[in-house]
């Protein structure tokens, strides 16, 4: 098991990274998850890793360690609820908003191996198909670039397509490889993966008719939830829906954000309101 030490260690390092605050509690799973980056080293427990990570605090060791403890959980259409609220309440009136020369942009932010980012891509295409919405663009970013590899492949086991598709869906957007789904590559074309730190400004991806943070800001502590919440709120247009998980709220972002008065977990940016510097 780690010391109390070592895991404080991990925590200072994930909260200076990537903003992420590690439950002590959970010193069991950090020792597990770290364990096979130790023995690559030709080390015999991850507290010996952590100890030469303090001989050199700017290896790129302690990259490798916290991408290996950040949860990665994720499933195709994952809640359910948020996916029909922007395809039914939301898209037709961006769909209106862009016309038919405009691009819809949306932002898929802590996008871990990629199927809520392909879930809305395919909520767009059929959309598109059936002459409900213009061109579109998903934009799905990560600070795990181990992740985003996985997303961008497209690949899936059964288990993992199973998750939250239905067969129509399946067979509508996959090609089957063995054990193996992946996804079609024309909806794979409309989904670009892109490396990012949410503690960083994001003027460089643009700025976007909807942004999905789902189920990220939990990991982060009340300062930095309140600092992520101002950086999405610049990359929104007037208007734009942030989706956040259904426990997650604004707590420190209502300088920029307000509660949907009709659907739980959506906010609005707050129009003609600049966000602080």
Not at 54 to 61: C, G, T
Not at 133 to 138: K, L, Q, R
Not at 221 to 230: F, I
């Given at each position: 098991?780690?010391?109390?030490?070592?895991?404080?260690?991990?925590?200072?390092?994930?909260?200076?990274?990537?903003?992420?605050?590690?439950?002590?509690?959970?010193?069991?799973?950090?020792?597990?998850?770290?364990?096979?980056?130790?023995?690559?080293?030709?080390?015999?427990?991850?507290?010996?890793?952590?100890?030469?990570?303090?001989?050199?605090?700017?290896?790129?060791?302690?990259?490798?360690?916290?991408?290996?403890?950040?949860?990665?959980?994720?499933?195709?259409?994952?809640?359910?609820?948020?996916?029909?609220?922007?395809?039914?309440?939301?898209?037709?009136?961006?769909?209106?908003?862009?016309?038919?020369?405009?691009?819809?942009?949306?932002?898929?932010?802590?996008?871990?191996?990629?199927?809520?980012?392909?879930?809305?891509?395919?909520?767009?295409?059929?959309?598109?198909?059936?002459?409900r919405?213009?061109?579109?663009?998903?934009i799905?970013?990560?600070?795990?670039?181990r992740?985003?590899?996985?997303?961008?492949?497209?690949?899936?086991?059964?288990?993992?397509?199973?998750?939250?598709?239905?067969?129509?869906r399946?067979?509508?957007?996959?090609?089957?490889?063995?054990?193996?789904?992946?996804?079609?590559?024309?909806?794979?074309?409309?989904?670009?993966?892109?490396?990012?730190?949410?503690?960083?400004?994001?003027?460089?991806?643009?700025?976007?008719?909807?942004?999905?943070?789902?189920?990220?800001l939990?990991?982060f502590?009340?300062?930095?939830?309140?600092?992520?919440?101002?950086r999405?709120g610049?990359?929104?247009?007037?208007?734009?829906?942030?989706?956040?998980?259904?426990?997650?709220?604004?707590?420190?972002?209502?300088?920029?954000?307000?509660p949907?008065?009709?659907?739980?977990?959506?906010?609005?940016?707050?129009?003609?309101?600049?966000?602080?510097?």
């Open positions: 098991m780690l010391s109390d030490a070592h895991v404080a260690e991990l925590a200072r390092a994930a909260r200076r990274r990537v903003g992420v605050a590690l439950d002590p509690s959970k010193a069991q799973m950090y020792h597990l998850r770290l364990t096979p980056i130790a023995r690559r080293e030709g080390l015999t427990h991850p507290g010996e890793l952590i100890e030469m990570g303090l001989m050199r605090p700017d290896d790129p060791a302690w990259d490798v360690m916290v991408d290996a403890l950040l949860n990665a959980e994720t499933s195709f259409f994952r809640d359910r609820t948020p996916f029909d609220v922007f395809s039914k309440a939301i898209l037709p009136e961006l769909a209106h908003k862009r016309g038919e020369s405009d691009k819809i942009r949306i932002w898929s932010a802590g996008c871990s191996t990629g199927q809520e980012a392909y879930s809305l891509a395919m909520l767009l295409h059929e959309a598109r198909e059936e002459g919405c213009g061109p579109f663009e998903v799905a970013t990560d600070i795990s670039e992740l985003l590899d996985r997303a961008r492949s497209g690949a899936y086991s059964q288990f993992e397509a199973q998750r939250g598709l239905s067969i129509r399946l067979i509508r957007h996959f090609e089957r490889a063995g054990d193996t789904w992946r996804i079609s590559d024309r909806l794979r074309a409309s989904v670009r993966f892109i490396n990012h730190n949410l503690l960083h400004d994001a003027g460089q991806l643009g700025m976007f008719d909807a942004i999905f943070c789902r189920n990220v939990s990991a502590d009340a300062e930095t939830r309140a600092d992520v919440l101002e999405l610049e990359a929104a247009h007037n208007d734009a829906p942030l989706f956040l998980g259904a426990d997650e709220d604004i707590a420190g972002g209502m300088r920029c954000f307000t949907s008065r009709v659907h739980q977990g959506v906010f609005t940016r707050i129009t003609g309101r600049a966000v602080a510097a």
